[in-house]
């Protein structure tokens, strides 16, 4: 299993961002995906979940009408689009799996907000 996101970088407050999770090494589309993010000095939260047709998403309270998370089964792709940013979205965003019990995690991708 191989996760690689992309697409983080510094950002000014309400600016966007769209995050990318390539996937491979298991049938993509047979699983739910997840982001989570971790902030400096603080434990990793999930971030949003989408059902393995993207039919189904959840969100934690905090990003509830700006972050948008989204899938493309024919190329192995989630994606998170981050619209409104504010500098406590400031964090490393994982793209994660769940195969059989056992979590899977990309290296992760930074995201700055600041000014």
């Known amino acids: 299993v191989q996760l690689v996101e992309s697409g983080g970088g510094l950002v000014q407050p309400g600016g966007s961002l769209r995050l990318s999770c390539a996937a491979s090494?298991?049938?993509?589309?047979?699983?739910?995906m997840n982001w989570y993010r971790q902030a400096p000095g603080k434990e990793r939260e999930l971030v949003a979940s989408?059902?393995?047709?993207?039919?189904?998403?959840n969100y934690v309270d905090s990003v509830k009408g700006r972050f948008t998370i989204s899938r493309d089964n024919a190329e192995n792709t989630v994606y998170l689009q981050m619209n409104s940013l504010k500098p406590e979205d400031t964090a490393v965003y994982y793209c994660?799996?769940?195969?059989?019990?056992?979590?899977?995690w990309g290296k992760g991708t930074l995201v700055t907000v600041s000014s």
């Open positions: 090494g298991f049938t993509f589309s047979n699983y739910a």
């Open positions: 994660n799996v769940r195969i059989f019990g056992t979590r899977y």
């Open positions: 989408i059902s393995t047709a993207g039919g189904s998403t």
